[in-house]
């Protein structure tokens, strides 16, 4: 297990960080002192133009490794072959128009190009670029060509670009970056295309119910495992609709809608706007299951004789999964949505998490569900899951302790398997 806990890839991988020329350079260096910290061993290879961005020194002081640009450099040792032979995983950071359109041309004239060119293991390309260069058709033909071959191109992130311009184009955060890209490395076969044209609403987060203006009720949920599932349900294709509560202030999932919300009759409400659209809804929100009564104008005063804060009256908020549920069995959603549940269990003294979510399944009457034990805290805020991945004919899969990546790719490898 590696030093961020991650138990689906190898403890120290040997990754090529390459770096092609454009702005978003500086990046790459916190993508190559993340993968050092996670313990893997790091060679960066940048493309000539990148070192007018980044110098080779910052390059070589954070992997520990010298830097060449040219298959004439250390001719004797013929690296322009071996670097790539020996790789695990190679990432492309940023991954610049002119770079995917030599790489897709199968160029070898520099040590990067020459690298991909070798190498047997996955590689994954982070594109950063104008939004006019992501959607011209020659870079559209290099990506779905790249992509037919099993290369890993990754949608860029919607955001700030050079200037004042904003759109698709923008390099995702390093931390983004190294996630997907170890997610890659443990299962390839995780980001293969098979959700095109698939629209995907999750729900993720939790929600926080209000008191009074300064306090809440809440729960310990970060939206890593939603978020996670939002990421990789993109880079399969799929047209994602995330509605997000509150998340830790996690990037927004690359390639995925984001609607914010705080309650959860805010969810409620924004799931029934948006279910009507999806062929695919995944519930992986932790949604409080109360809410106060009434919710105080003013900040409550502790210490009074008639203290409000003794004593706080809960009612019941929305069922989003079975209120759900509900709706495709009456025609409102199409029949042939698919409803994924979560639950989140600690066990109790009758039954064991995994029998209770067997009779939640049933009682939900969701196609799937996938149920984590969270006994002392377990899975909230962590980078890691664990479970089980019920189906509603009976089936139970267990999906091993690994990066909540790896737990998304399983899940949608069971939604499209359930949909045939």
């Known amino acids: 297990m590696n030093a961020a806990g991650h138990s689906d890839v190898s403890d120290s991988l040997k990754v090529v960080v390459g770096v092609a020329g454009g702005i978003a350079a500086y990046k790459a260096a916190h993508v190559v002192r993340r993968f050092k910290e996670l313990g893997h061993d790091v060679r960066v290879v940048p493309t000539e133009s990148a070192l007018n ?51 897709a041309q199968g160029r070898a004239d520099d040590l990067l190009s020459a690298t991909l060119l070798v190498a047997t293991c996955p590689v994954v390309l982070a594109p950063a670029m104008h939004t006019e260069m992501w959607h011209h058709p020659a870079t559209r033909d290099n990506v779905a060509t ?136 995944i519930f992986a929100a932790a949604v409080a299951d109360f809410r106060p009564s009434q919710v105080a104008d003013s900040k409550m005063k502790k210490g ?16 989003i999964l079975a209120t759900t549920v509900k709706r495709r069995a009456s025609g409102e959603l199409a029949a042939g949505t698919t409803l994924v549940g979560f639950a989140a269990e600690t066990g109790d003294a009758d039954s064991s998490a995994l029998e209770l979510a067997r009779q939640k399944i049933v009682r939900k009457g969701c196609d799937l569900l996938m149920c984590n034990d969270v006994s002392g805290g377990r899975t909230f805020g962590s980078t890691d899951n664990v479970g089980w991945i019920l189906s509603k004919g009976g089936e139970e899969t267990v999906v091993p302790l690994g990066s909540k990546f790896a737990v998304a790719g399983a899940i949608l490898d069971a939604v499209v398997k359930a949909r045939g």
């Open 53 to 103: 961005f980044v110098g080779a020194a910052t390059f070589e002081a954070l992997s520990g490794h010298p830097v060449s640009t040219t298959v004439f450099d250390a001719v004797d040792e013929v690296q322009h072959v071996r670097i790539g032979q020996e790789a695990d995983l190679i990432v492309v950071v940023p991954a610049t128009a002119d770079f995917m359109a030599r790489a």
């Open 146 to 281: 790249l992509r037919r071959r099993g290369t890993i191109v990754l949608d860029p992130a919607h955001g700030r670009l050079t200037g004042k311009d904003t759109g698709p184009g923008r390099l995702p955060e390093p931390e983004q970056v190294v996630d997907l890209a170890l997610a890659v490395a443990a299962n390839p076969a995780h980001f293969r295309r098979d959700l095109e044209g698939a629209r995907v609403l999750i729900t993720a987060g939790g929600t926080q119910e209000a008191i009074d203006p300064v306090r809440f009720i809440g729960n310990h949920s970060s939206g890593r495992q939603g978020f996670a599932l939002a990421e990789m349900a993109a880079q399969r294709g799929a047209e994602v609709t995330v509605i997000a509560g509150i998340t830790d202030a996690l990037p927004n999932p690359l390639g995925a809608e984001v609607v914010n919300v705080v309650s959860a009759r805010d969810m409620a409400a924004a799931v029934e706007r948006h279910a009507g659209q999806a062929d695919i809804c």
């Open 304 to 319: 009074k004789s008639d203290d409000a804060l003794s004593r706080i009256d809960l009612v019941e908020n929305p069922d």
